[in-house]
């Protein structure tokens, strides 16, 4: 399938119920095998941590879909602790739309939408693929974080909005 039939759709927090379910099945689909051997990964966590997410002020989503088809969504919120940081949460493609570039259309639609200075994210340590491609879209290593008692390390990294929109 080509993917020139890609559209990528904006949510904002209102329209929420409209896409949990599209979240719920690729989260289903892309983290299938850490769902079945880790706990921190099950539907029930990630469930408690989208619904935190989504009640955060400034949350938004990208979705892209290919033809009838979801590919993958990007979604994130405005730090409850710092107004001008942007936390993008998931990024999420489904293994058959990878390296063609949504995700990146995803990211950019998503950013497009924000007013804050930086955005931060997440990504696990033993993913240094993952790492080295938000490296190539603007983001620094900035740090390490273990955001909850039983999940992973990540490493924590950073993009200027402002720089990164010229």
Known sequence: MSVDLLT?????RGRFPQIRST????YADVYADDIRSDPFFSMERFEERLEG??????????VAEVGDEVAGFTYGFTARDDEATFKLCENMLRQEWRKRGIS?????????HRQERKSQLLVRRERPRLRA??????????GEKLPF??????????????????
């Open 133 to 142: 491609m938000y490296e190539a879209w603007g983001y620094e290593h900035v």
């Open 23 to 26: 979240i719920l099945d690729v």
């Open 8 to 12: 990528i759709s904006y949510y904002t």
């Open 53 to 62: 997410h989504t009640s955060a002020a400034g949350w938004g989503c990208a």
């Open 104 to 112: 990146q259309l995803m990211h950019e639609e998503l950013m497009g």
């Open 149 to 166: 008692p039983d999940s992973p390390l990540y490493d924590v990294m950073v993009l200027d909005l402002a720089q990164s929109a010229v």
